[in-house]
């Protein structure tokens, strides 16, 4: 299966284990990216929260060139994909703002392609069965609070894949990767985006709240599919941990990265070095049971 | 607050409500229930709560909501938007409120509008966030260190930021499309 992706600035920065994860998941399965030549950052919230049309017209150049080549768009990034879905529905909706939008791209987009989080593509399109069957070292006895934070489900009427409170579709696929998603009650919650830079003290708490739930219910770890929420829960942890006099050791994972190492990466491969919460210990652990 | 002017406020109403109207925001459908308020995770930092906000509009007292610390301290989580009985979407009036008050110089939180500012000229210039920049110049424009000193040489140790600016390769593109969003706004 082709599809066209958009890795977006943070795969290439912060989130480099998610870039690494993906083409190693990607490769495995057989799921073709390609990715966008030239692709453009798609403005996050510094343009929605500056200029309506600068936000739409950002993310609508990369869609641009997918619709021109025919393809739906692979999003990694929970929040560049909640960008590429306003875009999609809003010129979808408004003939003005399709000619707006065209005008300042200058280039032709009419949203024929369908932007899909690359959770959705895993999932939804190469099928849990055959994620299954590519399992070689299952996640045994690995218990997972998954953590799906604002944009892969909210807001609902941009016609998200899961639903926008308790959504299960990265709990489907832990269970595949054999391992145990723990119930837990933030896998919507905030994780306080850039607040958590900007303004500690007002984004902390909520970062302390995510952490104190998923431990409250047993979880070893969390498994993410957004960068920003994957910073504040891992390397903000340590802050997390003097502000709240907290001794939290949770290794946070990108979905991605759990995929890899079922499917038999070395951790250094995919990055899993990068984490400032040491998981190694935690994984060592993992898939034990099968071979004792 | 001051004694309110109901002849100064009513035309301030009128003219939000119509603004709203035509970004598809009804606050006229608010019925003040406070679900919003009580799923906004950063309401706890807020001086009017996002129920507040809305109220103000439909009071013709915008002006309060445009000074609001309230504005900038929303996180965009788009839980209001998803919870609202009324289909109101607080999380869009929040950045309909944001253009505002940073285009009219009122925010109460100088430094989100300068972030967003550096952010974007990055994205101009190099058409991707060049991270490292970002984090200098923000410094130097707020004339305080980065609330958490220490996250540069943290994400260095793990070569997680770079010394050298990404390439988009575009060419030229996103330099263009700015130029062409500038004109249209007539700056
Ligand atoms: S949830 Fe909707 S109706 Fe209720 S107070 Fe908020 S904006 Fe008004
Ligand atoms: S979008 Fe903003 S106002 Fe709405 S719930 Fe989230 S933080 Fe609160």
Redesign the pocket.
Known sequence: MRIAYYPGCSLDTTGVEFRLSTAFCANQLGLDLWEVPGWNCCGASSAHSTDQLLSLALPARNLAIAEKEGLDMAVPCAACYSRFKTVEAEVRQDEKVQQDVAQVIDMDYRATNNTRSLLEVFVEQVGLDKIEAAVKKPLSGLKVACYYGCYLVRPPKLGHFDRAEDPESMDHLIVKLGGTPVEWPHKTECCGAGMITLSPEDGLPLTYEILRAAQLCGADCLATACPMCLMNLDLHQESVNKKYKADFNLPVFYFTELMALTFGAEPKEIGLDKHFVNSLPLLAGIGKKETA | MAGIELSAVQPVAKEWTEKLQAAGIDIT?????????AGCPMAQSMDYS??QI?RLLQLGLADDALRSRTIWMCASCET?AT????D?D?AKLMDLLRIEANRTGVAAVPEVPIFHKTFLESVERYGRVYEMELMMKFNMRTRKLFNNVDLGPKMMSKGKLHFMPPKADDGGAVKKLFERVRERRGN
């Not at chain 2, 608010?30 to 919003?36: D, F, I, L």
């Not at chain 2, 919870?83 to 009324?86: A, D, G, I, M, V």
Request: net charge positive; proline share 11%; hydrophobic share 15%.
């Open positions: 459908s608010c019925y003040q229930c406070g679900k919003c308020t996002p129920r809305v209001c919870r609202c009985p009324r109101v607080v």
